[in-house]
């Protein structure tokens, strides 16, 4: 079965979408996610979207949701790397991403995640 | 309004909806639209694509590169022999859904087009068509 890789570095998870995610992938990486940071203690999750052409309300609730579920297991996610026609889309549709934490890039995000860590 | 080109294909399963937004993407492109407007359509068509699998129980989406004096347009036309909308103003009520999910893909996609339209007949069909201009 087709998957979405999780990376592992440090404390942190990594996720990059780099496919046309049908909806079942998604409901897969959401499953696969939760298992990965209860494994592994991890204390954040970056989803790098930057390969996304496109989020629609299924794809939106998916991070939603693992941003939420992965709060209850102690860990941030960060989204990274959204297209700017991608944002204009999504607040249109009416999907503003509550509670989800966002940066420009990897980068940003990492850094976004490990102040998290530290100051807490 | 004349039609430049057209065709038609399935929105049965799952995965036609990936299709579909290929076809979108790929049809967006050729008609002219800016990268913003794209990604509108093709996020329309997918809302409205999963519409099709999931309450209409599969169908198929129709689409023409069309042309009239202001400029060319993609218009898709999304229909299916499900149940129909009874009560077509609940269904285009923000943040309502009959299934499981967000309640933004009707209303959603027609935020997203400049031209929208939905038809229902309970028992018999749905038929929603989009269309974004250049």
Redesign the interface.
Known sequence: MERIPILRMGDFLLVTIQVDMHDELAMTLQDDLSERISKTSARGVLIDISALDMVDSFIGRMIGTISGLSKIMDADTVLVGMQPAVAITLVELGLTLPGVLTALDVERGMKLLRARVQSE | MSVLKSGSQAVRI??D??LA??TA?KLAVEAGLR??D???L??AA??LA?NTVVYGRGGDMDWEIVEEERGKGLRLTFRDQGPGITDMKLAMT?GWTSGS??G??L??AK??VDDFSVESVPGEGTRVMICKWT
């Open positions: 799952e995965q909806v990936v937004r290929q993407r990268l913003v794209q990604t509108k093709v996020t997918s809302e999963r923000d999910g967000l933004l893909g209303t959603g935020r997203l």
